[in-house]
């Protein structure tokens, strides 16, 4: 049998090399981290992982994408370059001090208690949140707090621990729940988001789903002016599930867009996709939202975008006023373990997931229990 050691300073380089070595199907038999002390291992770049794989072994290997699911592409790994000998006497002075700024750094954030070396049974879980996209930083505070609270003895039972995971998981997911109508009080929602997340297509979905299943008169507006197409599209939909729809280009058109759906259930106001970083746009779509008196301002996100950038992005859009999120193409997603820092760092609850391009189906209402499992990869996106 067939059997190779890998090693690389981060579990994601480790398991690229697997990958590239050994293909998609390989077996991972063990991971462990090896060669430095407790303390300076948690410092990035000074640790090692160790990953030992085979390609011969005939087990279910958690590289094979699930069924119709393309995986994320992970750029070709380089191996750890060794370090220069010949330093000059200024760069190895400025090498120490960056490392004692470390070191320093890291007291200060582990407040002396020294970590331990993680446990085989956490650190095979472990492994098992970074290849479903969790961030190191996310996937080791989780380890940390399985480990401070389950009973050693308890920490070799694989499925116990994945159980407590889910359920810390749970526990940072607020859920606001579907748009709740009041009858004889209409309800207006807009959406908002950076380009081509699924606005329109969410927009599409709710309207069909109130409209036709619940029979709530509905009607939309968009201020997605900039371009001829994107009002098209959504005239499109408003065609086949027949709702009227108003096109609001300036304040006033917008108050009288609004005047004009006196009486209806809900408005669904679609927006035109704003770069985060273009503070006047965001203004200029807040004032929009202003005068509409939206009830209800939706973020919508893909579930594609790395865990920062959905971060820095919900912390931008936080300008223009957003109550919720809504997070879209989860099916398209390779993991979404990159989704949970932005449901921990935001205080914006999740109303809706939506997982496919088919109108009206394609959605669901957000659920705290449902999105762990989805986010540990043990539910799948389409199978409802
Ligand atoms: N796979 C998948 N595709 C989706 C989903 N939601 C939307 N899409 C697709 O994403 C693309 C962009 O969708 P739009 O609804 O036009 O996105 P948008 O946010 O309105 O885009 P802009 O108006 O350009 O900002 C379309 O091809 C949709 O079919 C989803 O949940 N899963
Ligand atoms: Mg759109």
Redesign the pocket.
């Known amino acids: 049998m067939d059997i190779k050691t890998f090693r690389a300073s981060t579990m994601q380089e480790a398991l690229a090399l697997v990958r590239r070595e050994l293909g998609p199907s390989a077996a991972v038999l063990q991971t462990r981290e090896v060669g430095t002390s407790p303390l300076v291992r948690w410092i990035p770049g000074m640790r090692k992982i160790e990953v030992t794989a085979s390609a011969d072994v005939n087990v279910p290997s958690r590289f094979a994408p699930r069924p119709g699911m393309p995986r994320r592409e992970t750029p070709p790994v380089e191996a750890p370059r060794p370090a220069a000998h010949s330093a000059p006497e200024e760069d190895v002075k400025a090498q120490i001090e960056q490392l004692q700024s470390l070191v320093a750094d890291l007291c200060r954030r582990t407040q002396s208690s020294e970590r331990k070396e993680l446990p085989d049974g956490l650190f095979q879980l472990y492994t098992q949140l970074i290849d479903a996209e969790f961030t190191e930083e996310a996937a080791r505070e989780l380890m940390d707090r399985v480990r401070s609270e389950v009973d050693p003895r308890d920490l070799a039972d694989a499925h116990a621990l994945r159980g407590r995971v889910a359920q810390l998981i749970e526990q940072d997911i607020a859920v606001a729940g579907t748009i709740q109508l009041i009858p004889g009080q209409r309800k207006t929602v807009a959406l908002v ?12 979905k709710l309207a069909a789903n109130y409209r036709l299943r619940e029979k709530r008169r509905v009607g939309l507006i968009t201020v ?1 002016t900039y ?1 001829i197409a ?1 009002v098209e ?1 959504l005239r499109t939909y408003a065609d086949i599930i027949d709702l009227p729809m108003y096109v609001a280009s300036t304040p006033r058109e917008m108050r009288e867009a609004v005047q004009q759906l006196k009486g209806f259930d809900l408005v669904l106001m ?1 927006t ?2 704003r770069s985060p970083q273009d503070e006047i746009k965001l203004q200029e779509l807040r004032s929009f939202l202003g005068e509409a008196q939206a009830d209800e301002v939706l973020l ?1 996100l893909s579930s594609l975008s790395s865990a920062s950038a959905l971060r820095r992005t919900a912390e931008q859009f936080s300008a223009v006023g957003a109550t919720g999120l809504i997070l ?5 997603a390779p993991g979404l373990g990159n989704l949970l820092p932005l449901l921990k760092a935001s205080r914006l609850p999740l109303s809706y997931l ?4 088919n109108v009206p189906d ?2 669901e209402a957000a659920e705290s229990k449902r999105l762990a499992k989805l986010i540990l990869g043990l539910d799948s996106p389409t199978r409802r």
């Open positions: 988001g950076p380009t081509g997340v699924g606005k329109t297509t969410t927009i599409a997605d371009r994107a599209q679609d035109a996709g919508v879209t193409k989860l099916d398209e939506t997982n496919g391009q394609d959605i």
